[in-house]
């Protein structure tokens, strides 16, 4: 090989090891940033089973007042 050739080849190689430096950095930023959504994805999900937990009590016990508020009556017949 030529003295030209083998500088080429040095010069790919450090812009190839440039490049994959910069994607094992990104790489490392994208995996950061999905352990966040993550934590983040688990933290809503309970904010909202906690929610809905709240609205079942509140229904269970909306039930419960109507129920007792309304005897039960039976329907009269009207005969003309």
């Known amino acids: 090989m030529t003295e030209n050739l083998l500088q080429k080849l040095e010069e790919r190689m450090m812009q190839l090891l440039t490049e994959l430096e910069d994607a094992r950095r990104e790489l490392q930023c994208l995996n950061h940033e999905n352990s966040f959504l993550?934590?983040?994805r688990e933290t809503h999900s309970k904010k909202l089973a906690d929610l809905?937990?709240?609205?079942?009590?509140i229904g269970s016990a909306d039930?419960?007042?109507?129920g007792a508020a309304m005897p039960t009556m039976k329907p009269v017949l009207v005969q003309g």
């Open 52 to 57: 809905l937990s709240l609205l079942d009590t």
């Open 38 to 40: 993550k934590i983040e």
């Open 63 to 66: 039930n419960l007042i109507a």
